[in-house]
């Protein structure tokens, strides 16, 4: 994990199979292969600049003033929190 506590690529290869991501707000939904991801972006690619890429045309992202902004998660990255017991906020 980078020194700013960013979520690598490298971080989830060997926990995740796949990663989704999804928006209730705007019902997008992807399945992405971990290795994959890490063999495009590289094992120390950040989640949260991928996340950006894949939500960079979000409707909600780009009106400016909207109170109700994207809505995107990883619900991966919750079970993946709850199984090692870990706390706070996942992406």
Known sequence: MPADGSITFG???GQLDHLEIACPKCDRLGR????RLAMQYGRAGKLTDWIGLKTKDCPRKLSPGLADGC??????LLKLQRRSGGGGDAA
């Open 11 to 13: 971080d989830l290869i």
């Open 71 to 76: 809505g995107v998660r990883c619900p991966d």
């Open 32 to 35: 992405y292969s971990v290795r």
